[in-house]
């Protein structure tokens, strides 16, 4: 398995609370760390359809969190675009 409890509280340490995991920066920077992964497997894997789909789901679900966080409060968005390396 590829994201274990440590990885998680390690990313939720990183970026924002370790005991607030709902917060929308460390829901981004998880789906981010997924993302980092799905795309690595299906440089390897070309035709796993199903992984590509979780990947697209993915994509807009962190999306959407972006765009809320840009909506309600743009420097907490600005800093956690600049922190994952997140182009927009």
């Known amino acids: ?21 709902g917060k929308s920066e460390s829901q981004i920077a998880l789906f981010t760390f997924r993302i980092s992964h799905l795309t690595e497997h299906l440089k390897k894997n070309r035709h796993d359809f199903n992984t590509e789909r979780s990947l697209v789901l993915l994509v807009g679900k962190r ?26």
């Open 1 to 21: 398995m590829y994201l274990t409890k440590e990885i998680k509280a390690e990313i939720f340490a990183k970026h924002g609370e370790a005991t607030n995991t």
């Open 63 to 88: 999306r959407s969190l972006l765009d809320y966080l840009k909506k309600t409060e743009i420097n907490r968005y600005r800093e956690i675009i600049k922190e994952l390396n997140i182009r927009k």
